[in-house]
């Protein structure tokens, strides 16, 4: 029905940036919530940042100042701009979809994920 595919993961230096991209097919609404997690290895999955339609957004405070999220419904895509990558960055990065009713919940679709990985 729907699927997200992840892109644009990989190794980079710390102090350094990536674009993450989320390409969304098959049924899909543009007023649908759009999230990016993270989980490092034995660590709890978090939300990283989320958009909202309406524009409102979302940054965990880990991330704040140094990510970015944008979407582009014409294209059903969302985007995570990462920039001052640290090593506690490393993680891999799963696309969400929902309509829960708040940031964190909700999420029906999920990526396969991408892998990001700062090196010291």
């Known amino acids: 029905q729907v699927q997200l595919v992840e892109s644009g993961g990989g190794l980079v230096q710390a102090g350094g940036s990536l674009r993450l991209s989320c390409a969304a097919s098959?049924?899909?609404?543009?007023?649908?919530?759009m999230g990016w997690f993270r989980q490092a290895p034995g660590k709890e999955r978090e939300l990283a940042a989320a958009i909202k339609w309406i524009g409102n957004t979302y940054y965990a405070d880990s991330v704040k100042g140094r990510f970015t999220i944008s979407r582009d419904n014409a294209k059903n895509t969302v985007y995570l701009q990462m920039n001052s990558l640290k090593p506690e960055d490393t993680a891999v990065y799963y696309c969400?979809?929902?309509?829960?009713?708040?940031?964190?919940?909700?999420?029906?679709?999920w990526g396969r994920g991408t892998q990001v990985t700062v090196s010291s």
């Open positions: 969400a979809m929902g309509r829960g009713p708040t940031w964190t919940g909700g999420y029906e679709y």
């Open positions: 098959g049924r899909t609404f543009n007023t649908y919530t």
